[in-house]
Nanobody, 118 residues
Framework: QVQLVESGGGLVQAGGSLRLSCAASGSIFSFNTMSWYRQAPGKQRELVAGITRGGSTNYADSVKGRFTISRDNAKNTVYLQMNSLKPEDTAVYYC????????????WGQGTQVTVSS
């Protein structure tokens, strides 16, 4: 049973920083792509950033230059460093991992709230 435990959300003023962490466990197979998504009230869930096991990254245009995704494969943990936060970054942030050998099976964390005040 794969488990994803997220931490690091909270309330911050505009211009501030937060670091999210997501620790994955429970699989004998490697976690391939690890990503962060977010969902604001009344909006669809959207990809924020993703990172492959080899370290290739991709970002949503809205966060490029402000957010940095990284991972520690030994700890099966993915991080999201968020700088220069804006009120429009307010959302529930979800960790996602994909296990390719299981047919690209997706697993989701429970979500962590990020609120940016103006």
């Amino acid at each position: 049973q794969v488990q994803l435990v997220e931490s690091g959300g909270g309330l911050v003023q505009a211009g501030g920083s937060l670091r999210l962490s997501c620790a994955a466990s429970g699989s004998i197979f490697s976690f391939n792509t690890m990503s962060w998504y977010r969902q604001a009230p009344g909006k669809q869930r959207e990809l924020v950033a993703g990172i492959t096991r080899g370290g290739s990254t991709n970002y949503a245009d809205s966060v490029k230059g402000r957010f940095t995704i990284s991972r520690d494969n030994a700890k099966n943990t993915v991080y999201l460093q968020m700088n220069s936060l804006k009120p429009e970054d307010t959302a529930v942030y979800y960790c996602n991992v994909v296990i390719v050998i299981l047919g690209n099976r997706n697993y989701w964390g429970q979500g962590t709230q990020v609120t940016v005040s103006s």
